[in-house]
């Protein structure tokens, strides 16, 4: 019996117990016999026997702890960027336990399901683990039989030099937030991610005991861990009516066109915080100086950049930012307003830096009245504490301030308003996980680590948004969880990077696996400072080892925000040797992310990265060679990068200039730690 819809999507009882639904791209099969669901996409990828659970009083119920399952509701929907659809919703229903309620979201031409479920009861209910999706029956499909999964293992935040992890069965592996189950050779792939970030951390993780084969897949709201900096269980979630996080599977023949599509989805349900600005073009302090930041090195850097390399074509809209970073506190304020008025007559504009959730003194200190608070409150106050009012254990040496404080409210109030009377037009974010713990907070309606993150980030970003200071204010974050994300322009896309090949090949580990973030989640992915010649903690770098490291950052999507001390002779002459190279910054200015062209490495990077630039009817190629010692020939497939592998292309070395004509294959001969970026046109455009 077909059930009426007046969408593109079909919905049919095919009998008293099965419900089938399909938009010609995915089905949701419904056995109301057994309250089993199961997800199938095209070439019989699929995710079969699908219970829901959740943990309460002592014990975790699923599904098929119930006796009745029925379908209770059917309708159509539209939602902005998603388009006409269904929502489905499969009520099941026990006596003695609360009713358990499975939402399905399907679209006319996605090939995607969204989920969510919900606990309901009539006293007060409380989970701090509610698991949306369940399946011992995971297949990644495959024309002839079962192509082997490799499995994207997505960090919870950037912190500790934590890097993205592709893995194979036998496994036991947790991703947050998001991951993706692919075929390495055919792409094909299963993409599954939380679509909701204002209340639970949600983990995914996969178990196998045999090679090629996906046993356990356990989609929850709920996690905690080492890897999201937690020595706390995740907080109760609590209400009369309890909801899990909403979840995006998708299926899809290219993983990464499926990580593009849910990096969109998200921001369907809750848009990037808008930047109508150009790509972040400057300088950042740290790496230049760390702790020894001085007046000289701030006002040399901006007098340096304006006078012999912002002529050579180095900006963006005609100005560049100056960043401090941490240790601006060495400055007197006369020595402040000095150095910004320098900057500003150089016509750039000042960043700051600022760590609003994390403390950094000892016990000697805990006494010491917080900003803003007129003595009302003492940093003992305001730091996160456990249920048995314990301080929490530091996490890179800094304590956690719960942002739901009210001295803390007090304290961002008085450290933005500091920031917007000095002029700033730029703020690093830096060690946010802290927001994020869990632990015991002072607003007693916020129970989990999640809410009380997107409760002082949400206070923050309005205190410095335009429609309150009136002017924009460019917000980055550093060291942050990946979600929530609608708070900031741009986020560091890995932890710290400095100016090795090793660093290189760390950042571009976070871009083979987080491409898709920029300009979806957040406006621009940050590649973090572009160091060309010398970090104060490192020795100094290789010509090709430097030019490496501004390579990476161009195509990142990007921030570029350079990292020396230009004072020193071979870093200025970097500058002016590679920073006047217009096609590269026209690179950069762009402000899209390159892709990867393969992703199966394991803990390490691709060495090749494209970006199709439709406008120009062109294509961009990136290729890298991670070895320090040895020279390499790197043979790429025109056609497994996207490109037409009948076409001829002419091809431009964007470092070198050189020009030539390639097609179906491209051989690069790089020089150990050398990269090239070579711009592609078909012949006869």
């Known amino acids: 019996m077909m059930l009426t819809?007046?969408?593109?999507?079909?919905?049919?009882?095919?009998?008293?117990?099965?419900?089938?639904?399909?938009?010609?791209?995915?089905?949701?099969?419904?056995?109301l016999e057994n309250g089993e669901v199961s997800f199938i996409g095209n070439h019989s990828s699929h995710v079969k026997g699908i219970r829901s659970s959740f943990r309460w009083q002592g014990r975790e119920y699923s599904t098929d702890h119930y006796q009745n399952h029925e379908l209770t509701a059917q309708e159509d929907i539209v939602r902005e960027g998603f388009g006409k659809g269904i929502r489905l919703v499969v009520l099941h229903r026990a006596s003695l336990l609360p009713q358990l309620e499975q939402h399905f979201y399907m679209y006319e031409s996605s090939p995607y399901v969204l989920v969510q479920t919900a606990i309901v009861g009539d006293e007060e209910l409380k989970a701090n683990r509610m698991a949306v999706i369940q399946s011992k029956t995971i297949s990644i499909g495959g024309e002839s039989g079962q192509d082997e999964p490799s499995i994207l293992r997505v960090p919870f935040d950037n912190d500790k030099w934590v890097r993205y992890t592709v893995v194979k069965p036998p496994l036991d592996v947790e991703s947050y937030e998001a991951t993706a189950l692919f075929a390495p050779d055919s792409r094909r792939g299963i993409v599954m991610g939380s679509l909701t970030h204002k209340v639970w951390k949600t983990g995914i993780r996969m178990q196998s005991e045999k090679s090629g084969h996906i046993e356990g897949l356990d989609l929850y709201g709920g996690a905690v861990s080492e890897l999201t900096r937690d020595s706390q269980p995740h907080g109760y979630?609590?209400?009369?009516?309890?909801?899990?996080?909403?979840?995006?599977?998708?299926?899809?023949?290219d993983y990464r066109d499926g990580l593009e599509a849910y990096g969109q989805a998200n921001a369907w349900i809750e848009a990037q915080l808008p930047w109508e600005g150009g790509v972040p073009i400057g300088w950042n302090s740290w790496s230049a100086a760390m702790s020894d930041l001085d007046y000289d090195l701030y006002t040399a850097t901006s007098d340096f950049l304006k006078n012999e390399v912002?002529?050579?074509?180095?900006?963006?809209?005609?100005?560049?930012?100056?960043?401090?970073?941490?240790?601006?506190?060495?400055?007197?304020?006369?020595?402040?307003?000095?150095?910004?008025?320098?900057?500003?007559?150089?016509?750039?504009?000042?960043?700051?830096?600022?760590?609003?959730?994390?403390?950094?003194?000892?016990?000697?200190q805990f006494g010491q009245a917080?900003?803003?608070?007129?003595?009302?409150?003492?940093?003992?106050?305001?730091?996160?504490?456990?249920?048995?009012g314990e301080i929490l254990p530091d996490v890179d040496g800094g304590l956690a301030i719960d942002p739901t404080h009210p001295g803390n409210?007090?304290?961002?109030?008085?450290?933005?308003?500091k920031f917007i009377a000095e002029g700033f037009e730029y703020i690093k974010l830096d060690f946010l996980a802290h927001g994020s713990l869990e632990g015991q907070h002072h607003n007693?309606?916020?129970?989990?680590?999640?809410?009380?993150?997107?409760?002082?980030?949400?206070?923050?970003?309005?205190?410095?948004?335009?429609?309150?200071?009136?002017?924009?204010?460019?917000?980055?974050?550093?060291?942050?969880?990946?979600?929530?994300?609608?708070?900031?322009?741009?986020?560091?896309?890995?932890?710290?990077?400095?100016?090795?090949?090793a660093d290189t090949e760390y950042m571009l580990n976070s871009l083979t696996h987080g491409?898709?973030?920029?300009?979806?989640?957040?406006?621009?992915?940050?590649?973090?400072?572009?160091?060309?010649?010398?970090?104060?903690?490192?020795?100094?770098t290789g010509w090709h080892e430097g030019r490496s490291r501004l390579t990476a950052s161009v195509i990142a999507g990007t921030v570029l925000l350079l990292g020396d001390d230009f004072r020193k002779e071979e870093a200025a002459e970097r500058a002016r040797e590679w920073l006047g190279n217009k096609d590269i910054l026209n690179v950069a200015r762009m402000g899209k992310t390159f892709r990867p062209v393969e992703g199966d490495f394991g803990k390490l990077s691709s060495?090749?990265?494209?970006?199709?630039?439709?406008?120009?009817?062109?294509?961009?190629?990136?290729?890298?060679?991670?070895?320090a010692e040895q020279a390499a020939v790197k043979s790429i497939s025109l056609e497994r990068a996207g490109l037409n592998t009948n076409a001829v292309y002419l091809l431009q070395d964007l470092w070198e200039g050189s020009q030539g004509e390639t097609s179906g294959e491209l051989t690069v001969s790089l020089e150990p730690a050398e990269s090239k970026i070579f711009r592609l046109t078909v012949k006869g455009n």
């Not at 900006?315 to 100056?322: A, K, Q, V």
């Not at 949400?458 to 550093?478: A, C, D, M, T, W």
């Not at 920029?518 to 060309?532: A, C, G, K």
């Open 444 to 501: 007693s309606d916020i129970t989990t680590g999640i809410a009380a993150y997107h409760y002082g980030m949400s206070y923050l970003q309005h205190k410095i948004s335009p429609e309150v200071i009136g002017r924009p204010f460019f917000i980055n974050l550093s060291i942050a969880p990946l979600f929530p994300y609608a708070f900031a322009h741009s986020r560091r896309i890995s932890c710290d990077v400095f100016g090795t090949l």
């Open 409 to 417: 409210l007090q304290r961002i109030d008085w450290f933005t308003d």
């Open 370 to 388: 917080v900003e803003g608070t007129n003595g009302k409150y003492t940093y003992a106050d305001i730091l996160l504490r456990d249920s048995e």
């Open 5 to 31: 819809s007046d969408t593109a999507v079909q919905v049919q009882q095919q009998n008293v117990n099965l419900v089938s639904v399909t938009n010609g791209h995915v089905s949701l099969e419904i056995n």
């Open 607 to 627: 060495d090749v990265f494209v970006l199709e630039s439709p406008e120009e009817k062109s294509f961009y190629l990136a290729v890298f060679n991670f070895d």
């Open 515 to 540: 491409w898709w973030m920029s300009n979806t989640l957040y406006r621009y992915n940050d590649p973090d400072h572009s160091v060309l010649y010398k970090s104060f903690n490192q020795e100094a």
């Open 310 to 364: 912002q002529p050579l074509g180095f900006e963006n809209e005609e100005t560049l930012y100056i960043n401090f970073d941490a240790f601006w506190d060495n400055f007197t304020p006369e020595e402040m307003k000095s150095a910004l008025d320098r900057v500003r007559q150089n016509g750039h504009r000042a960043g700051t830096y600022w760590t609003p959730f994390a403390f950094w003194g000892g016990p000697d």
């Open 237 to 253: 979630v609590k209400g009369k009516r309890v909801e899990s996080p909403l979840v995006f599977v998708g299926f899809y023949e």
